[in-house]
T-cell receptor, first 112, second 111 residues
Framework: KAGVTQTPRYLIKTRGQQVTLSCSPISGHRSVSWYQQTPGQGLQFLFEYFSETQRNKGNFPGRFSGRQFSNSRSEMNVSTLELGDSALYLC???????????FGPGTRLLVL | GESVGLHLPTLSVQEGDNSIINCAYS??????FIWYKQESGKGPQFIIDIRSNMDKRQGQRVTVLLNKTVKHLSLQIAATQPGDSAVYFC??????????FGQGTRLTINP
């Protein structure tokens, strides 16, 4: 079974721009969670989607948003990028009702 | 508050020795704990998990111990190999909700 895939793997943007990241979960996994990883803050939860609905949300500003499609693929969007948004963005998928989350390789975003 | 912390940010061990990585958690209501391994340039990789109704679980060369009395979690790696070099994270959750991660411990293997 293919693992979680994320595209693109690397991105360079400038302040004020917006960015969209994509995540394809493991086949059969309907829950997708997004995390931001930085050296200073570690892994922080952004939001979780299940069956196209946001089920859980972390403590991030409204510039961070996401959505999930009927095939369980998910996208996250960051608008009006700030330098501090530079991070590794990780997507994880899980089976319904099962706690274990499986991560993709991440998208490394650099904001200049 | 919700936080999962680690006692040491770095750990160096000799190849072949056993490694013990520790983690303290603060949410006594958490009912599921996971250890992840993250190698450079990769996403976290699931290693082993344990539920709150257990105090020990073994996998291949790895053992997780849970002490709910002191809210402490540990990962033991037997016969550490160069491929074990990575950052190890503990994470906790309750009811299949979001994972709360610790800051991570970087494990370095000395030849």
């Amino acid at each position: 079974k293919a693992g979680v895939t994320q595209t693109p793997r690397y991105l360079i943007k400038t302040r004020g721009q917006q960015v969209t990241l994509s995540c394809s979960p493991i086949s059969g996994h309907r829950s997708v969670s997004w995390y931001q990883q930085t050296p200073g803050q570690g892994l922080q939860f952004l939001f979780e989607y299940f069956s196209e609905t946001q089920r859980n949300k972390g403590n991030f500003p409204g510039r961070f948003s996401g959505r999930q499609f009927s095939n369980s693929r998910s996208e996250m969007n960051v608008s009006t990028l700030e330098l501090g948004d530079s991070a590794l963005y990780l997507c994880a998928s899980q089976l319904a009702g099962v706690e274990t989350q499986y991560f993709g390789p991440g998208t490394r975003l650099l904001v200049l | 508050g919700e936080s999962v912390g680690l006692h040491l940010p770095t750990l160096s061990v000799q190849e072949g020795d056993n490694s013990i990585i520790n983690c303290a958690y603060s949410n006594s209501a958490s009912d599921y704990f996971i250890w992840y391994k993250q190698e450079s340039g990769k996403g976290p990789q699931f290693i082993i998990d344990i539920r709150s109704n257990m105090d020990k679980r073994q996998g291949q060369r790895v053992t997780v111990l849970l002490n709910k009395t002191v809210k402490h979690l540990s990962l033991q790696i037997a016969a550490t190999q160069p491929g074990d070099s990575a950052v190890y994270f503990c994470a906790e959750t309750k009811g299949a909700q979001k994972l709360v991660f610790g800051q991570g411990t970087r494990l370095t293997i000395n030849p």
